[in-house]
């Protein structure tokens, strides 16, 4: 939230290691109103409004615009965050997306837990299915009111097993979907695209990047 960021005072640079990207600190989605969007999450999900920053400025385009930058507090400290643009905002922005696409999922401990969201959720009238069994997991499912798909979760009583079994075979796996569909792929997509590491300028909107 704080755009401060501290540097060792040591010349020399940090190594980086997995162990420094340690969770993620906020998801941020376009929301529709920021107090529709405060009670979904507050009064209904019960995550505390942690910040609610008002600016007129974009970050990194030199352009006045003024929006609100929202985050809610979850309980380890991690936040949902939304921008509320006045100015730059229509309903299609809203049309619910295909879990597909984008969802954000929640753990609770335990599947009575996880009946009595569904519950809550109902009673707030946002319609709320499932549980879902995915084997691992066992999921309800709601959409929040910007058309982003909410998920609560629970792990199955042999998760640690059967994420351990799939974590050994998983990068063979992976090589063998690369392979049976590499070719399906390519007809809709090019193999330039597929190929691609870096990033291609072409494609990308930089307008909006500061410059260093
Ligand atoms: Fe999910």
Redesign the pocket.
């Known amino acids: 939230m704080n755009e401060t960021v501290n540097e060792t005072a040591s010349a020399a640079k940090p190594e980086v290691s997995l162990e420094q990207l340690h969770h993620i600190h906020h998801a941020a989605y376009r929301c529709r109103d920021a107090e529709q969007t405060r009670w979904f999450y507050e009064d209904v999900l019960g995550f505390p409004l942690a910040a609610a920053m008002v600016f007129d400025e974009e970050p990194g385009a030199n352009k006045k615009r003024d929006y609100m930058h929202l985050f809610f507090q979850m309980g380890d400290d991690n936040f949902i965050a939304f921008f509320d643009v006045p100015d730059d905002v229509e309903e299609k922005m809203f049309i619910a997306r295909h879990?597909f696409d984008q969802?954000l999922?929640f753990e609770v401990d335990t599947m009575d837990e996880l009946k009595a969201w569904r519950r809550k959720i109902n009673k707030a009238g946002r319609p709320c299915f499932g549980p879902i069994d995915h084997g691992f997991i066992h999921?309800i499912y709601m959409y929040d009111p910007n058309g982003v798909q909410v998920?609560v979760?629970v792990r199955d009583p042999n998760y640690d097993q059967i994420l351990a079994d799939d974590s050994a075979k998983a990068h063979e796996v992976l090589k063998q979907w690369t392979e049976k569909t590499r070719a399906a792929k390519e007809s809709r997509l090019g193999a330039d695209v597929l190929d691609m590491r870096g990033i291609d300028l072409s494609k990308v909107d930089m307008t909006k990047v500061k410059k260093p």
């Open positions: 879990g969802h999922a999921s998920e979760t």
